[in-house]
């Protein structure tokens, strides 16, 4: 049995819908960032197969872009989080909802 | 043929770690299993034949990033007894159905799509070389550009997380 | 490769690339220096100010000169210098909104200025690209910088808890769109936004159109959280609330136009794919957004809250026209730009008579107008001018721009479209005017009447004025305007084929 294109397509979609499904349920902070950094490395699993299946590395650049996206993302959002943790004591979405209206 | 038993150990591990991550009470434990889910990626990409980035993606991920989350998680030093597993009723079941749904969907379209089989490796694919190359030459502005958003990046962080600025 | 990079004139580079260059090495200069000015405020201001009139100076240059020359993956067309020149106003009225503000809320640190200038190169680089990559990296160090802009007032729990939510949904958006990139990227081994254009459906020979299609509608809702359509609209009302009126200024101006501007390169390049898929997905979104952003307007107290479902409402009207884009793409293309420019102006003038109130707190709700009429006259008619103009009542600017957008729906035959677009207008009319009959007709409460005097400094009258201007004489006389944007655009699109 061969590996081809799409097992690694469909692998990269698995992984992704778990990420969306972290993000979209869960309501701890930073397992919802986590859960982003998941749906980045699918991402990256995507871009390489295409990279290998179509022989061209554009899609390494790509991947080494989007690993630079998530590293400057990590520091934003985690800075973000002791800030609001300051503020707040929470970690919990749903307990962030000073905004409503 | 090794090829099928590194995709499916390899592939199998990482959807099990995310899983387990996604779940966890504890964000201790989620950052420790996406850890073990970032090696799963890391030794897929090498079976794509980009073996710096799967290097690049344990030093870089598992390493970095996510010893700044751990840290994170460490500063805010939150109690046992406020960790809340505070999903899992309906939204849980109804985001995890529309989960199901969409992969079902994804797979079903691409399976849809005829079969792609990879082409035997051109010479010099998957050196380091040639990533290089286009780095430095075609891609030469968007290169430029990381070095801007890793400053603001770093900007912002201080701006966040500074106690007196 | 190797050869082309030494083929560039670096002269001639350095001269095209210099709007964008200034707000960089400002931005990095003003880090670098700003600590040792710590206590003088008005030096950051007045250099962030004049680097980004150089900027202007430059971009309006460039624009007269342009040559729709393409050099590393930028694209240096009259277009880019267009939007640059709209990034660059928006940047300079906000910067002038920003002075007091920052003094009388205690947020005077030159990080503020840096990052705002850094984001509008980012903006910059998003419309000058003409590779995804370059579109994508310039979107995030835009969304970066903009993300703490957000949660600049740290020690208030509604601006932190904005730029949360703003970060959250932003990385969850930009993961959606790289999806939708890497889809694009399989199905047609490029991301150079003039090859796809060029090459178009040759590239789609029937076995990678799934690819294609899955990537693009990946592409479609990452874009459509940016520039919040409905169904993914639900974070701006709450970040536009909880960011400091300044930035929330910014974002509802600047960063909008920037989405836009990226998004029309982006659909430029992809849109032949499957027009009638296109055409209808534009549709449903446009009608979605505008009829949910103005009916959940209805009920707010806030203005800002009231401004951000209305801004929502305008993404709907200024996509509205991307229906005819196969048909008409030059003027669909120049309407939507002009409609960018009106709308930065009547919204910054809106939210800078809020800015004119607001001493020590914000005074946001529709309560704090009542009785602006009689105290502060000028304050009170400019507000109404701009409020007229948002709902698009002639002879403003807003009206025009409206005009304009429908007028493409109309001419590609879909009046039913533009129909729904003058209905939504109408509802419009009641929650604008609310504020309207708060200044003019309402009493004043006894706390108002000892109250503070409105302190209305001058950089932001200076500001009031100019949008006042702006919005009333562009909207008798907007076919000089309308000349300049469309000489912009269709160069660029008359060379892209």
Redesign the interface.
Known sequence: MMITLTHYLILAAVLFCIGVFGVVVRRNILIIFMSIELMLSAVNLVFLSFSRYLGTQDGHVWVFMVLTVAAAEAAVGLGIIVALFRNKQTIYVDEVKELKG | MMEPIFFYGFGGLAVVTALLMVTRVNPIASAVWLVVCFFAFAALFITLEAHFIGVIQVLLYAGAIMVLFIFVIMLLNIGAEELKARTMQFSGLLGGLVTIYLIVLITLGLLKNPVRFFEPLTEGYGYVAPVGRLLFTKYLVPFELTSVLLLVAIVGSVVMGKRKL | ??Q??LKIDWLVFLRQTLPLLLP?GGG?FL?LVGPFFKRSHRFNFIFSIAIALLALFFAWQEWLGATNQTV???LFDRFTYLFAILFLIALILTLLLSYSYLESFGLV?P?YY??LL?AV??MM?MVA?H?L??V???L??MS??V??LA??Q?????S??????Y??VG??A??FL??G???I??AT???DLIVLHQKGLGMLAG?TR??AL?GLSLLAVGLGFKIALVPFHFWA??VY??APVIVTTFMATAVKAAGFGAILRVVWALFQWEPLLFANMIWVASVLTMTIGNIAALT???LK?MLAYSSIAHAGYAILPLVAFSKQGASVTSSISFYMLAYILMTVGAFAVLIALSEKEEKCTIQDLSGLGTRKPFLAFSMTLFLLSLTGIPPTLGFFGKYYLFLQAVQAGYIWLAVIGVINSVISVYYYLGPVVAMYFSKETADQKVGPTYWSPQAVLVVIWFTFLGVSLFGLFPSNLLDLIQTSVSSWLVAGK
């Open positions: 490769m190797m082309e990079l960089l990095g880090l590393n993956l930028l640190r990080e840096a990052l850094f190169f980012g680089c690209g590779d990559m370059v994508f990296l310039g995030e160090v970066v910088s993300y703490v949660g600049f740290r020690s208030n729990v509604l932190v808890e904005a730029a949360l939510k970060f959250l990385a969850f930009s993961s790289l999806m990139i890497a889809f990227y399989g081994g490029t991301t076995e799934v690819y899955v009302a709450d609330h909880g707010q107290k806030n809250r």
